[in-house]
């Protein structure tokens, strides 16, 4: 996977197309009409001949042969951190080499069909797959917390907040994201009504119009002036400023504190069927996330394209997606940042323990967001039964106090209980 090729100088939106895709190939015309489903209905529609056995499918695999598979963002470091360091071999467990995809839709058909047993989700991915498709996900763990951003075209110098997305086509990873509730939550409250609709359709300039596309294809459509602004997970955000012309509008772990995105999550099945092996990947997955919290440039490094192969950015793409953030005066000054003082975190830090709190608030929230597709899984839905139904909180918090020093990171508040914290918005 060690691969050493500098970045190369990109002429067209082509270019950075198969610059941040990787590769000539992106996502195919079979792979968006895939995302249109899984983003705008049910798993199992989706997934055609398997819908009446996805739970039997995904627990086919009897061996212990550990096989992850991640979308190309910092979102996936602990699981590639602890492949990259041997810490599965430390405990016992086969690996095989991570498996990259490009898009949200072919990880979760990958992980349904038992293709993948270890993977990191967007946190509402999981909550939408338990309860609209009554699939056996569980969450073991946080991947990481804040890592996410948005940012505008370099041609809209008079968008400076929210309220300038008026009028504006926007893109989302996934309509279940993180990124499409903060996103909805802050153009709420700026006055800006979110909306689905063609790109070709009237937009009122009070209403912003969202469109799901893949992390990779957001630097070369914005690029190309096919959207205005995207929100997005590291290190496309960065790439998009040092490749794309792209200019931060604001972090979004500086509007929600130290909030959750993906999240590790395995298939219940396996997890309560092999509870050995589970602490196994639980506990090299925790030492990963304190290695990346306390070596950020090391293991952007490590990671890139420049390093060991993981992700198919450069070393300085990566880099600056991990570290350039506290005490960054060109920040400060734009807006992008305006609670580091209070907040006291970084642009993605790392912190596995899963808190019940935000996972009640996502739920709460995800009945306000805006989607494309049938949400009636979500009327009635407890927020706190699904704190307790979702998550495994059993094998990350023996890992956590096997590796204490967990609470060394950023995201934690020193002193008092590291399990509960109270859950903090800001515009």
């Not at 705008?40 to 499918?57: D, E, V, Y």
């Not at 793409?317 to 807006?335: C, F, H, K």
């Amino acid at each position: 996977m060690n691969r050493q090729t500098k970045a190369p100088h990109l002429h067209s939106a082509s270019d950075l197309h198969r610059h941040c895709c990787g590769g000539d190939d992106g996502v195919d015309l079979d792979r968006r009409h895939a995302l249109d489903m899984l983003a705008k209905g049910g798993l199992a529609a989706m997934m055609g001949p398997l819908a009446s056995s996805l739970a039997t499918a995904a627990a086919a695999q009897d061996d212990d042969v550990l096989r992850i598979s991640y979308l190309p963002i910092t979102d996936a470091t602990p699981l590639l951190v602890a492949h990259a360091m041997g810490y599965f071999a430390d405990e016992g467990i086969e690996a095989e080499d991570p498996t990259l995809i490009r898009g949200w839709s072919p990880l979760i058909e990958g992980f349904a069909a038992g293709r993948f047993n270890l993977v990191h989700f967007l946190k509402p991915i999981p909550v939408w797959m338990r309860y609209n498709n009554d699939f056996p996900v569980k969450i073991m763990a946080w991947a990481h917390t804040n890592g996410s951003a948005l940012v505008v075209g370099k041609q809209h110098a008079d968008v400076t907040d929210f309220s300038g997305l008026g009028g504006k086509q926007v893109a989302v990873p996934f309509w279940y994201s993180m990124h499409n509730i903060v996103l909805q939550y802050a153009l709420r409250d700026a006055g800006i009504k979110p909306v689905i609709q063609s790109q070709g359709d009237p937009l009122a300039d009070d209403e912003c119009n969202l469109q799901v596309l893949p992390p990779p294809e957001m630097p070369p459509a914005l690029a190309a002036g096919q959207i205005d602004a995207y929100i997005v997970a590291e290190p496309f955000n960065a790439m998009g400023e040092l490749l794309a012309g792209a200019r931060m509008l604001r972090f979004t772990g500086d509007i929600w504190k130290n909030h959750p995105c993906c999240v590790v999550c395995m298939n219940e099945q396996p997890v309560s069927a092999k509870p050995e092996w589970t602490q196994g990947v639980m506990n090299a997955l925790v030492r990963a996330s304190i290695y990346a919290s306390q070596n950020k440039a090391e293991v952007a490094g490590m990671l890139s394209r420049d390093g060991k192969g993981y992700l198919p950015a450069p070393a300085e793409v990566v880099q600056r997606a991990m570290t350039l953030y506290e005490g960054n005066d060109a920040y400060i000054e734009s807006g992008a940042i305006q609670n580091q003082a209070e907040f006291n975190n970084g642009r993605i830090d790392f912190a596995p323990w899963p808190y019940p709190s935000a996972t009640r608030m996502i739920v709460e929230a995800m009945n306000e967001t805006l989607v494309s597709g049938d949400t009636r899984f979500l009327e009635g839905l407890d927020p706190a039964f699904v704190a307790e139904d979702l998550v495994d909180y059993e094998f990350v918090r023996k890992a956590l106090e096997q590796y204490p020093d967990w609470q060394s990171a950023l995201s934690i508040e020193p002193g008092g209980d590291p399990f509960s914290r109270e859950e903090i918005l800001k515009l």
